[in-house]
């Protein structure tokens, strides 16, 4: 039950500040790489807290949460250093933008104030998992342990495209009949799991271990049309069903006192902020940068005792051109074009929520379309969830209120809305307080833009 949000920016962001994708203004959906928007210059990130507490921060991997000016870039938001790209999805070989064609693979850093960018030529053809996973193999062996140290790797994979080396799908899975495809997905996956592995055997090697706690969130679940499966659940990446928003997690630490086991207990990721804010005694009000007020709870007794610490998180509110469309093309589409203004206009559909309480979750607005497993499907074999050729799901038209006791229906099969209407009051209600905190999104323009030299950089300077 560790919730994140259905697409890549508004994860980011939730966990970079440990605040809700509607008070940043992530509830807009994904960034665009000519989008001239980004998180707030006045939102105190993860590495910023940490770096004021006395911690060395690196980034390594994808930022994706605004890079419109060079103070929007992470070596300007509380990392000492970064390695990795500033935009969405690249080639893991050339680094270039999937729909730009931008190189975009940078190592910054920040020395007394000044921003040292560098662009990384010469790693065209390596693969940028192995890079990702170099550098903070990298970063831990140069650490000097008389400081506490953070580490933000944030790979690439599995996104899109699927990328592998040759040899290594041809050696992990050299007699599979799946598709393609499916075994490059697969390769992806292994070759980041081995990341982690290399990144935990250096932290153990240094002797850092006993006193690291290592955190594991996928951003969204796997996307339609691709290789991957949210099974059993329903939707996948741009959708608000538990295939979206349910996201695969783990914690491994020595500092647990109990591991080994499922946490069953709600979480989102909103909540790691907090939870290592309260760890190494942070006090916001004491830093002259004020710190927005933060969604996030403090989970760690959740983790480490098994004792629940929250009961409710919204999953997003007024967001109709995502709700439940579970192609990420379509979504991204209609968030750039949709023109949204300051005030709660029909374009808002202010009537849009997504939240979970305790057992119960609430799907709630205008007209939308849904996608999920289809009713010929429920009782087939597990084969026929894995999404071979993409087209085991089928549209359904729905519009209303959605109510699920995910308690018994995990799979989001039986809306009980009409049942329950007392459930649903209880839910709605609780919208009130969340719209009061929806930050203002300007409206979504694409900027045509042309880069010298095919090279990414950012185009505004001395703006927030």
């Not at 870039?73 to 050339?94: M, S, V």
């Not at 890079?131 to 140069?142: A, P, Q, Y």
């Not at 209609?334 to 939240?355: C, K, Q, T, W």
């Not at 071979?388 to 809305?417: I, K, P």
Request: proline share 4%; aromatic share 10%.
């Amino acid at each position: 039950n560790h919730y994140v949000m259905p697409i890549c920016s508004a994860s980011r962001a939730a966990l970079l500040t440990g605040r809700y994708p509607i008070r940043t203004g992530f509830w807009a959906g994904n960034l665009n790489p000519t989008e001239k928007f980004g998180l707030g210059l006045d939102e105190t990130t993860m590495a910023e807290m940490l770096r004021r507490n006395g911690y060395v921060t690196h980034g390594v991997g994808k930022w994706h949460v605004g890079a419109y000016s060079w103070e929007h870039t992470p070596a300007k938001r509380g990392f000492d250093t970064f390695f990795g790209l500033y935009l969405g999805a690249q080639d893991y070989w050339t680094h270039t933008g999937m729909s730009t064609g931008w190189l975009d693979l940078r190592d910054d850093s920040l020395l007394d104030g000044v921003l040292r960018d560098t662009v990384r030529h010469d790693l065209n053809g390596s693969y940028s998992t192995n890079l990702f996973t170099d550098r903070s193999v990298e970063m831990i062996r140069k650490h000097d342990k008389s400081n506490p140290m953070f580490l933000y790797l944030a790979y690439t994979a599995p996104h899109i495209p699927e990328e592998a080396p040759e040899d290594k799908i041809n050696f992990f899975y050299p007699q599979s009949s799946s598709r393609v495809t499916r075994k490059t997905y697969a390769t992806m996956v292994t070759m980041m799991d081995a990341g982690v592995g290399k990144v935990l055997a250096a932290l153990e090697d240094r002797g850092m271990m006993e006193n690291t706690i290592l955190v594991f969130t996928s951003d969204n679940g796997a996307r339609f049309l691709s290789s991957g499966s949210n099974y059993p659940l329903r939707g996948g990446k741009g959708s608000f069903f538990e295939g979206g928003v349910r996201a695969l997690a783990f914690v491994n630490s020595p500092l647990l006192h109990k591991a080994g086991y499922i946490n069953r207990n709600i979480h989102h990721v909103v909540d790691w902020y907090a939870t290592f804010q309260k760890m190494v005694g942070d006090k916001p009000r004491s830093h002259n940068k004020a710190q927005l007020p933060i969604d996030g709870v403090d989970i760690w007794r959740s983790i480490s005792k098994g004792i629940s610490c929250r009961e409710e998180v919204l999953l997003n509110l007024r967001d109709p051109a995502m709700i439940l469309d579970s192609t990420e093309t379509a979504a991204n589409f209609i968030r750039s074009y949709i023109e949204i203004v300051e005030h709660f206009g029909e374009h808002n559909n202010p009537d849009f929520m997504a939240l979970r309480w305790k057992n119960w979750k609430i799907i709630a607005g205008g007209a939308f379309e849904v996608r999920g497993w289809s009713t010929s499907n429920l009782k087939t074999p597990y084969k026929r969830f894995i999404s071979e050729d993409g087209r085991t799901h089928v549209w359904n038209g729905a519009s209303g209120t959605l109510l699920f006791d995910l308690a018994s229906d995990e799979r989001e099969e039986n809306n009980l809305a009409e049942q329950r209407p007392d459930i649903v009051e209880k839910l709605l209600k609780k919208k009130n307080k969340h719209l009061r905190n929806m930050k203002v999104v300007p409206l979504k323009v694409r900027y045509h833009l042309e880069m010298k030299d095919n090279i990414f950089m950012p185009w505004c300077d001395g703006e927030k």
